[in-house]
């Protein structure tokens, strides 16, 4: 885990352009510090609260930094929830938070996208070819009958 310099966080928040956030918005930041791990995660932890050894701890994960881009953990879409314009998935519940579910085709460009149901901010997905594969953990889903 290391700290990121002010260049790598510019970066990272370019890419929320993806998303229809206009970065420079983001003012609420300048109290964190950005911290990103070996797999990618980038984790905010506020400035007065600096303890590098507690960060997967006291830090929030919000992004995960990937080959093809970057995209939202389940509590990063909802900080950025107000931000967020563009590449929104509208989708049920019921469709990403049960381990049994039917996949259905849908038609969209392939790419990251936010999933929302209602006014509630879920976490991100991927579209490959019409097809939804989301980063909700298993922990995070139920056993469905389905």
């Known amino acids: 885990m290391r700290k990121m310099n002010k260049r790598e966080v510019e970066e990272i928040l370019k890419q929320l352009e993806y998303y229809g956030i206009n970065y420079k918005e983001l003012d609420f930041l300048k109290d964190f510090d950005f911290y990103i791990n070996k797999e990618g995660k980038i984790f905010i932890v506020n400035k007065n609260n600096i303890n590098i050894s507690g960060v997967?701890?006291?830090?929030?994960?919000?992004?995960?930094?990937?080959k093809n881009g970057i995209r939202f953990s389940i509590e990063g879409a909802q900080l950025f929830s107000k931000y967020i314009k563009d590449k929104i998935l509208e989708i049920e519940p019921e469709k990403?938070?049960?381990?049994?579910?039917?996949?259905?085709?849908?038609?969209?460009?392939?790419?990251?996208?936010?999933?929302?149901?209602?006014?509630?901010?879920?976490?991100?997905?991927?579209?490959?070819?019409?097809?939804?594969?989301d980063f909700i953990p298993k922990d995070r889903k139920i056993m469905s009958s389905q």
Do not use: A, H, P, T
Request: glycine letters at 8%; hydrophobic letters at 35%.
């Open 96 to 133: 990403i938070f049960f381990i049994n579910k039917k996949v259905e085709k849908i038609n969209l460009n392939n790419g990251f996208y936010v999933m929302k149901y209602k006014n509630d901010f879920l976490g991100s997905c991927y579209v490959k070819n019409g097809e939804v594969k």
């Open 56 to 66: 997967n701890r006291l830090g929030l994960y919000i992004l995960k930094k990937e």
